[in-house]
């Protein structure tokens, strides 16, 4: 992890205290953040779905890769501090450790989801409601999102 930090040093950082919100899910932030220390929670709808201290987790990746609102509340279980990370996608561009490492993060989440629901479709086999998770399965395992064509930034109209 500490090469993610060594990635960042000399970026902006935030402080967020206790309690204090840094990412409210369906808010646009366009940035990630990268916990340099502290510890936060993840909240989905409410409820806890995951708390960390290490140094390098990173925030908002879901966001800034689908260009999407958060899809979770992370708030601070202790005071903390993070790296800013305001053009993410240039960011990982120019730093393939952290792209990488960020890559494997994904593919951790992937796995474990796609474990969970096989588990959950394999203890409730013959029940007709399950064609759902067949449905969701299939599409985890063999989907590919659409390819979206963007012109070069150079054609891109900048904020005037």
């Keep these: ?54 140094p390098g987790a990173i925030f908002g990746d879901l966001s800034a890769l689908l260009e999407i609102p958060h899809t979770a509340t992370v708030q601070a279980a202790r005071p903390s501090r993070f790296f800013v990370i305001d053009d993410p996608r240039r960011f990982l561009n120019e730093t393939p450790g952290v792209c990488l490492h960020l890559c494997e993060l994904l593919a951790r989440r992937l796995d474990a989801m796609n474990r969970y629901l ?38 891109i109209a900048g904020p005037e």
């Excluded at 990635?7 to 940035?31: D, F, I, K, N």
């Excluded at 479709?121 to 299939?138: I, N, V, W």
């Design 118 to 155: 096989v588990d959950v479709k394999q203890q409730f086999a013959g029940h007709d409601h399950m064609g759902m998770l067949d449905s969701l399965l299939d599409t985890l395992m063999h989907r590919h999102p659409r390819q979206r064509v963007r012109p070069p930034d150079s054609t």
């Design 1 to 54: 992890m500490s090469s993610i930090l060594e990635a960042c040093a000399g970026r902006p950082e935030r402080q967020v205290a206790e309690g204090e919100t840094l990412l409210q899910s369906g808010e646009v932030t366009g940035c990630l953040f990268i916990l340099i220390d502290g510890s936060v929670e993840v909240l989905k709808d409410g409820v806890r779905v995951a708390k960390t201290s290490e």
